[in-house]
């Protein structure tokens, strides 16, 4: 008895999970469209991001292009809630966090050490379609930039 209660109970932990990512908008993959972006000098272009719930995670996979032409990627694991969790991947930052502001907004912040080297906003459109990046910050070189990505949603 006490099994089936157990079994019972992690089945229905799971489901709510799953529902609750599943409202999630920033999940799926997203291609960069490069028309619409206004990519700053010395930004990196990432082609490819991928948000996905890994658990109770979302594990975030980033793939592009450096601004010397050389490929990137880096991945994040962690939660939407303000706290660093570790980059690997990218040579630029190794803590990344995400803040949910609303349903379709989150705050990002890249640090290197403890120096903070990127901040900006991930925004979904009302139809789930459309994300855009803004993010200030310093580049491989240190000098400042700013950088708007639009992608669309595969």
């Not at 010397?68 to 994040?76: C, I, L, Q, R």
């Not at 349903?103 to 990127?118: P, S």
């Amino acid at each position: 008895m006490k099994r089936r209660a157990i079994l019972l109970s992690l089945a229905a932990l799971f489901l709510s999970a799953s529902v609750c990512f599943a409202a999630d908008p920033n999940l799926g993959t997203w291609k960069l469209d490069e028309a619409k972006s206004k990519l700053g000098k010395g930004a990196t272009k990432n082609t490819t991001v991928v948000y996905e719930a890994v658990g109770d995670n979302v594990k975030v996979t980033v793939d592009g292009i450096s601004a010397d032409g050389k490929p990137t990627h880096n991945e994040w694991t962690g939660k939407f809630d303000g706290k660093d969790y570790p980059v690997t991947g990218d040579p630029n930052s190794d803590m990344r966090s995400y803040k949910r502001i609303n349903a379709h907004t989150l705050e990002l912040t890249d640090k290197k050490g403890t120096k903070v080297i990127l901040t900006g906003t991930v925004a979904v459109s009302a139809d789930g379609k459309t994300r855009t990046v803004t993010i200030h910050g310093m580049d491989s070189m240190g000098m400042k930039m700013s950088s708007t990505a639009v992608y669309d949603k595969q």
